[in-house]
């Protein structure tokens, strides 16, 4: 069983357009988070929920939005995409802040 | 100067030789992840560290707080061993991971 898991894998989208990734954990976790990984590989943390609450959020755009409707579910939800939205996006969880982080295997958007 | 510095950022060595992977960071820190990536992309935890020293099969991580350094060691390294090695440390002001760069292995046959 696949422990956080995200959907899609790929998505290839047009500017504009308004797109959502999935991601789930079963691993009982109580914090859950999403990363960009941007062109040169680093990872940069967008937002951060514990037990359904926003504990971090990066100045990432507001068209970004993280929902989570329960706590093993953190869905990032993008509106009016943008071509600098391209980038892989991983998912994680821990059973706490400061705690080891299990990662999924990310989404690449490409935005054309 | 990035806060995680990771060295060599590349390194190519044959099958069965002893790897050595190094971070050193500038920030106070709770914790120190150290993650593989492989050509897929996919993410792996490998070890987190608070102090001294883990082992997991040919993998051993260690770390020395009062340096600010850790490693991560590969014995009798294998080209399945062949990702990308990634430290990433876990602030402990504002529990943010700050990851390194990476170090790109390809162990050849």
């Known amino acids: 069983d696949t422990a956080v898991s995200q959907t899609p894998k790929y998505l290839v989208t047009q500017m504009g357009n308004d797109k959502s990734i999935k991601c789930e954990q079963n691993l009982g976790h109580d914090t859950m988070y999403w990363y960009k990984q941007d062109s040169k590989k680093f990872l940069k943390i967008m937002f951060s929920y514990n037990n359904k609450e926003l504990i971090i959020n990066e100045t990432v755009p507001n068209r970004f939005s993280p929902k989570s409707p329960d706590k093993a579910h953190l869905n990032l939800h993008i509106n009016s995409l943008e071509l600098g939205d391209s980038a892989v996006y991983f998912c994680?969880?821990?059973?706490?802040?400061?705690?080891?982080?299990?990662f999924g295997q990310g989404t690449r958007l490409t935005v054309v | 100067k990035n806060e995680v510095e990771q060295s060599p950022q590349n390194l190519t060595a044959q099958e069965g030789e002893f790897i050595t992977i190094n971070c050193s960071y500038s920030v106070g820190i709770s914790a120190l992840h150290w993650l593989q990536q492989h050509p897929g992309g996919g993410i792996v935890s490998l070890f987190m560290?608070?102090?001294?020293?883990k082992k997991h099969g040919r993998l051993i991580a260690t770390i020395n707080i009062q340096e600010k350094h850790s490693s991560l060691h590969i014995t009798a390294s294998h080209p399945r061993d062949s990702a990308v090695y990634i430290c990433?440390?876990?602030?402990?002001?504002?529990?943010?991971?700050?990851w390194g760069a990476g170090t790109k292995l390809i162990i050849k046959p």
């Open positions: 994680a969880s821990s059973q706490d802040l400061g705690t080891e982080a299990f």
């Open positions: 990433a440390v876990l602030m402990d002001s504002n529990y943010q991971l700050i």
């Open positions: 560290l608070s102090s001294g020293k």
